[in-house]
C-alpha cells in the first residue's frame, strides 16, 4: 500500500509534492462527467514523468491488432478510446520563464478533489530558476450541468516578481498515445483557426472517422478588474490559443478563466461540430463563471440526495466509499444506451477503454439498486443492441444457429481482446449478461425487460451453450472444456466449476422465462420466434445439460473443487509468499503463477455469491475456509466478493478488512497500479460489500431481506436502496435498525427473519 493522501470525509487531499506518485496522483484526481474526461494532470506543462490523458466517450479508433502469433478468430482490431486533444492546456511565461513544476523549486503544494462540489483545487508555490518566486492557484471542473463544457480558473499572483506574465490558454492536438500497438497517430486535424474571440481545433479520428471540435474562449482579470485588450492570438500547426497578460508587481494577481466546449459526432451532425462548440464556448463566457460553477454544484447536490452513504465512526471508510460512488457518476451518467463503462473510466489508457463483464458484475447491480432503474437498464440496452455483433462473434468460433458469445473487451460489440485463453475461453462472461438480465427483472418487479428485449439475448446465449458443452462417455455427464475462469491464474481448464455451474443457471432462466413470456405476452414471445427462428424442442437438449452438467466437487471436504485437476496442486495460503514477491503478477513468471495454487480473483465464490439463493450458509463457510486463504485479491473483483461472504457467514472481521481493501483500492493503491488508471467498475463493488455484505440485503420469495451486521469500529451506516418504484432509506446502528420509505407504495420487508409492513415517510 501507499498512503500519501490525507484522510477527509468529503475531499481528496494531497499535502506536499509527491514526484514520484505524480502517474497515480493524475489517476486520483481524474474528472469526467460522463461524456469527456481526464486525468489529473497539470494544465500547464510538466516535463517529467506523466502521462496526459484525455478521453471522449464513445469515441473509438481501431488499433491494428498485435500479436506474436495469429490464430484464427483474433480480430482484426482492437478497439479503443483514443488520448483526445489536450483541450486544458495553459502556459504561464514571465519574460524569459515558463512554469514547470518538474524545473522549478515548489513548496507549499497541496491538491483537493471536493467531491461534495465536484470542484479539483491546486495551490502552490514555485520559485524559477532565476529566482521569481509565484503563488499560484486553480479550479477546475468538467461541467455535469451542461456536459460539453470544460471550466478552469488559473490564478497567478506574484510574491517577487516584477514584469510582465503571460498566461496562454491553448488548446493541442500533438497527442501522444501511450497505448498504441503501433505508434500510430489516431487523430487527424481537420481545421484549426483563432479569431479575436475564440479559437477551434476540429479533428477526426484515423479509420473509424468519429469526429470531435474543440472550441474555447476566454477572460483575463488583474486584480478583479477584467483585461479586455492585448491578447495575442496563436495559430499553430496543431495548437490554437491565446497569449493574454499583464504587467504586475509583487502582491498583484492576475485571473484567468478558460471556457472550453467539446461537441462530437455521436451528439451533433459532423457539419454542426464547429459552430455548435464555438457557439457554447461563448454562452459558457457570457453565463459567467459563478453561475456555471453553481449549476454544476446543484448537479452534484442532487446525486449525493440520492447516492450519499455515511459511515459515521471511520473516516477512511468514509471518505473511500465516497470516492468510489464520486468516480462512478463522473464516468457514467446512464442517458445513453450506447455508452458503457470502460474498466477505467477517463483514468488511463489501460483496457483501451473497453467495456468487459465487470459492468454487469458490479455496475449493473449498483445503478440497479441505488438508482432510478432506467440507468441500469441502458446499461443492459447497450448489450442488446449489440446482440448481433455477438451472434457474428460466435460465428466466426465455428457456432451456429444464431448462438451469442459476447465480447471479452469491446466498444462497439465486436470482439477486440487478443490473448487467446482469454478471448476464446473466458466464455463465463456471457453467464454475467443473463444474470443482469435476471436481476434487472427481479428487482424492478416487471417482465417487460425481458419480453421485449431480454429474451433474444438469452436464447442466443443458450444455443451458445447448448453447442460449447461436450457430452463425456466416461463420465456420462456433459461436461466443459478448455476454459478460463473469473480466475486468470489458471488458463484452458477443464470443468471450471463457476463456469459449468453458471451455464446452468443461463439455461435454467432462459426456459423459465420462454414459458413466461410465452403466456404473460403472447405477442412479443411469436415476435421472438420469428425473429430468432427458435424452436421449443430446442430446450430438450438444455434440460438434459441442466440434469447432468458435470460439477466437480469434494464431497469429503464438502467442498465445490475449482476446476479439474486443482486439487493435485501443492496447497499453500498467500501467507506463504514474501511481502515483496506480492503482487505475484509482477514478480513471478507465468509458469510459475499457472502451477501455483493462488488465485487471482474468486472462481467459486463468485459462484456462491451471485446464485446465494441456491446455499445454505454451511456450504458457503466450507468454501470459504478453503479458498479464502489461497487467494490473493490481485484482482479489483475479488475482494468486495469474500466482504460480502464473510459477512454472511458472521466473519465480520475479515469482511471489514476486505471491505477496506475494496474501498481504498486505489487511494491505498493496493496492488501497485493506479499509476495505469483507477479501478472504477470494481468501485461499485465497495458499495455491494456493504448494502449485501454488512447490511445483508438479497431478495428471497419476491422479498427485500435484511440481515444486518455492523463492523466495531463503526457507529452507524445509511444509504438507500430502489426496489420496484419504491426507495427505501436504511440506517443501521449498534442497537437498532431504521427503515424509511421515502417514495412508492407501503412495503413489507424482512429484518432478521421478522416481518415489517413499511409506509411512506410524510415528514
Known amino acids: 500500500m501507499k498512503k500519501f493522501l490525507h484522510t477527509d470525509e468529503w475531499n481528496i487531499i494531497e499535502k506536499g ?81 515558463e512554469v514547470n513544476l518538474a524545473l522549478w523549486s515548489v513548496e507549499d503544494f497541496e491538491r483537493r478533489l471536493d467531491m461534495k462540489a465536484g470542484i479539483s483545487y491546486r495551490d502552490f508555490t514555485v520559485t524559477s530558476p532565476k529566482g521569481h518566486t509565484l503563488q499560484i492557484h486553480v479550479e477546475h471542473i468538467n461541467s455535469m450541468d451542461n456536459q460539453n463544457l470544460c471550466l478552469i480558473k488559473y490564478s497567478v499572483t506574484s510574491v517577487n516578481y516584477e514584469g ?36 477551434y481545433l476540429w479533428s477526426q479520428t484515423k479509420h473509424e472517422d468519429a469526429q470531435a471540435c474543440f472550441a474555447m474562449t476566454f477572460q483575463l482579470f488583474k486584480n478583479s478588474k477584467e483585461v479586455t485588450s492585448g491578447s495575442i492570438r496563436i495559430e499553430k500547426e496543431k495548437l490554437v490559443g491565446f497569449s493574454a497578460g499583464a504587467d504586475i508587481k509583487p502582491g498583484e494577481k492576475v485571473t484567468l478563466i478558460k471556457y472550453s466546449a467539446i461537441t462530437t459526432s455521436l451528439y451533433y451532425d459532423r457539419q454542426e461540430l464547429v459552430d ?41 471508510a468514509q ?13 457514467y451518467r446512464g442517458d445513453d444506451s450506447r455508452l458503457n463503462i470502460g474498466a477505467k473510466g477517463f483514468t488511463g489508457e489501460k483496457y483501451g477503454g473497453n467495456t468487459q463483464w465487470n459492468t454487469e458484475l458490479c455496475c449493473v447491480p449498483y445503478f440497479l439498486f441505488a438508482n432510478p432503474p432506467e440507468i441500469a437498464k441502458n446499461l443492459l440496452l447497450y448489450r442488446y443492441n449489440q446482440l448481433p455483433k455477438a451472434i457474428e462473434n460466435a460465428k466466426k468460433l465455428g457456432f451456429n444457429n444464431g448462438a451469442a458469445l459476447y465480447p471479452m473487451v469491446t466498444i462497439t460489440g465486436e470482439e477486440c481482446h487478443n490473448e487467446w485463453e482469454i478471448t476464446f475461453e473466458e466464455i463465463h462472461r456471457n453467464a454475467i449478461i443473463v444474470y443482469a438480465i435476471v436481476q434487472y427483472t427481479a428487482m424492478t418487479g416487471s417482465d417487460e ?45 477443464d470443468n471450471n466449476w463457476y463456469t459449468n455451474y453458471s451455464c446452468v443457471q443461463c439455461l435454467k432462466e432462459t426456459i423459465k422465462y420462454l414459458e413466461k413470456i410465452a403466456h404473460a405476452y403472447p405477442e412479443e414471445y411469436s415476435r421472438i420466434r420469428r425473429i430468432t427462428g427458435f424452436q421449443y424442442a430446442e430446450t430438450s437438449r438444455w434440460k438434459d445439460i441442466i440434469e447432468n452438467m458435470y460439477l466437480p466437487e469434494d464431497k469429503e471436504l464438502g467442498i465445490f473443487i475449482q476446476h479439474d485437476g486443482y486439487m493435485d496442486k501443492e496447497q499453500k495460503t498467500v501467507d506463504d509468499i514474501p511481502a515483496e514477491e506480492r503482487p505475484i503478477n509482477q514478480h513471478w513468471s507465468w509458469d510459475r503463477i499457472l502451477r501455483s495454487c493462488f488465485i487471482k480473483q474468486s472462481d467459486v465464490l463468485l ?9 445454505d450458509i454451511d456450504t458457503v463457510r466450507r468454501n470459504f475456509c478453503f479458498y479464502e486463504p489461497c487467494t490473493l485479491h490481485e484482482s479489483s473483483l475479488s475482494p468486495f466478493i469474500h466482504s460480502i461472504l464473510a459477512s454472511r457467514i458472521g466473519d465480520i472481521e475479515k469482511a471489514y478488512n476486505l ?43 419476491d422479498m427485500l431481506v435484511f440481515r444486518p451486521v455492523i463492523p466495531d469500529k463503526w457507529e452507524r451506516y445509511v444509504f438507500q436502496v430502489h426496489f420496484r418504484g419504491r426507495i427505501l432509506s436504511i440506517e443501521i446502528g449498534k442497537e437498532e435498525v431504521k427503515v424509511k420509505l421515502l417514495q412508492g407504495e407501503n412495503l413489507v420487508i424482512k429484518v432478521n427473519e421478522e416481518k415489517y409492513v413499511i409506509e411512506l415517510t410524510t415528514a
Open 164 to 199: 510582465k506574465i503571460s498566461i496562454v490558454p491553448y488548446l493541442n492536438g500533438e497527442i501522444k498515445h501511450e497505448s498504441s500497438n503501433f505508434n500510430e497517430k489516431m487523430w487527424n486535424i481537420l481545421r484549426l483557426e483563432t479569431t479575436n474571440n475564440y479559437a
Open 607 to 615: 459462484g456462491l455469491h451471485q446464485y446465494y439463493y441456491n446455499f
Open 319 to 331: 471518505q473511500g466509499i465516497r470516492f468510489n460512488i464520486f468516480q462512478l457518476h463522473q464516468s
Open 659 to 701: 471491505f477496506l481493501h475494496t474501498t481504498r483500492l486505489d487511494l491505498d493503491d493496493y496492488n501497485n497500479e493506479i499509476n495505469e488508471g483507477l479501478h472504477i467498475t470494481s468501485m461499485a463493488g465497495s458499495w455491494l460489500a456493504l448494502v449485501k455484505g454488512f447490511a445483508g440485503m438479497q431478495l428471497q420469495d
Open 276 to 316: 455548435e462548440s464555438i457557439k457554447q464556448c461563448i454562452q459558457a463566457k457570457e453565463t459567467g463563471w459563478d453561475t456555471l460553477i453553481d449549476n454544476h454544484k446543484k448537479v452534484w447536490k442532487d446525486i449525493w440526495n440520492k447516492s450519499d452513504v455515511i459511515i459515521d465512526g471511520d473516516p477512511e
Open 17 to 97: 509534492f509527491h514526484a514520484n506518485c505524480q502517474r497515480a496522483s493524475e489517476s486520483i484526481f481524474s474528472l469526467g462527467n460522463g461524456r469527456f474526461g481526464q486525468r489529473g494532470n497539470f494544465e500547464e506543462p510538466y516535463s517529467s514523468d506523466s502521462l496526459q490523458g484525455s478521453y471522449l466517450a464513445g469515441i473509438a479508433f481501431l488499433d491494428r491488432t498485435r500479436v506474436g502469433w495469429w490464430k484464427n478468430g483474433y480480430p482484426q482490431f482492437y478497439s479503443r478510446i483514443p488520448n483526445a486533444p489536450n483541450w486544458s492546456g495553459v502556459y504561464v511565461r514571465l519574460i524569459d520563464e
Open 449 to 493: 425487460y425481458i419480453a421485449k428485449y431480454g429474451l433474444e439475448v438469452m436464447i442466443a446465449i443458450g444455443r451458445f451453450w447448448s453447442q460449447r458443452v461436450s457430452f463425456s462417455q466416461p463420465k456420462q455427464k456433459y461436461v466443459i472444456l478448455g476454459v478460463t475462469g473469473p480466475n486468470e491464474y489458471e488458463n484452458n481448464v
